[in-house]
C-alpha cells in the first residue's frame, strides 16, 4: 500500500476516534453509548493494524528535514481540528532552520501523534504549546498542553502496547518505536490537572540559530 496512503489514513483515523471520544463524554444514553464504546474499540484495532503496515514497510533512505518547516506544516494541518475544539495551538523555537538526516514521514506520523493528542485532551479555550530547541547536536521538540494530565501511577506504561487508557492514547506506543527508528527518544512528564509536555528528542546534522 502506497506510503502517503497509509499516512492520510492513520490521521483520519485519529480524527474520527477523537471524535468519538467526544460524543461518549457527552452520551447519556446507554444504547448510543455502547455504539460509541464499539466505534471507539473499532478505530483503535484499525490503528494497530495501521501502525503494523507501516512498521513494515521498507524503511526509506534518510533524506534532508528541515525541521522548523515540517512542524509549521504539520501545526497548519491540525489547525481545523484545534480550532473546532476550542484549542489554540502555538509553535515556537529557537531556530529558523535545523536539518535533520530522517525518514521525513516517519517523523511527521511520530509528531502528528504527539499533536493530536495534545489537542484531544485539552479543553476547549485550552492552548497547545509547541517548541523546537537545538541542543548542540540534538534537537528538542517539546508538545505541552494544559489537559487533565496523567496519573503517577499510570505515567511509566504509556508507551506500552496496549495499555490505553479506555481506548485514549493508542498512538503513544507508535510514536515511541517512530522515535526509537529515528535514532531519538521519546519522553513524557505530567501531573494530574496540570497537563503533560510530551519531548521528542533527535540527532542534529546541522543547524542555524536565530
Known amino acids: 500500500m502506497d506510503m502517503e496512503l497509509l499516512h492520510d489514513l492513520r490521521l483520519s483515523l485519529q480524527l474520527i476516534q477523537a471524535s468519538a471520544q467526544m460524543l461518549q463524554l457527552s452520551g447519556d444514553d446507554g444504547a448510543t453509548r455502547g455504539y460509541l464504546d464499539a466505534l471507539t474499540e473499532g478505530a483503535a484495532q484499525m490503528g494497530r493494524l495501521l501502525d503494523g503496515a507501516l512498521e513494515r514497510h521498507e524503511a526509506p533512505a534518510p533524506e534532508s528535514v528541515e525541521l522548523m518547516g515540517c ?115 521519546l519522553s513524557a512528564r505530567s501531573r494530574p490537572e496540570a497537563g503533560s509536555t510530551f519531548t521528542l528528542r533527535l540527532p542534529v546534522r546541522g543547524r542555524m540559530v536565530s
Open 71 to 185: 512542524l509549521r506544516a504539520l501545526c497548519l494541518r491540525c489547525r481545523d481540528y484545534a480550532d473546532a475544539r476550542g484549542v489554540a495551538l502555538a509553535l515556537s523555537g529557537n531556530v529558523d532552520a535545523l536539518t535533520l538526516a530522517a525518514d521525513g514521514d516517519a517523523l511527521a506520523r511520530v509528531i502528528l501523534n504527539l499533536l493530536m493528542n495534545a489537542i484531544r485532551f485539552s479543553p476547549a479555550g485550552g492552548r497547545v504549546a509547541v517548541r523546537c530547541t537545538a541542543l548542540g547536536d540534538f534537537a528538542e521538540i517539546a508538545v505541552t498542553d494544559d489537559g487533565p494530565g496523567i496519573a503517577p501511577e499510570r505515567l511509566p506504561y504509556i508507551f506500552l502496547r496496549g495499555e490505553t487508557d479506555n481506548g485514549h492514547g493508542y498512538g503513544l506506543p507508535a510514536a515511541m518505536e517512530g522515535a526509537r527508528r529515528l535514532g531519538g527518544s
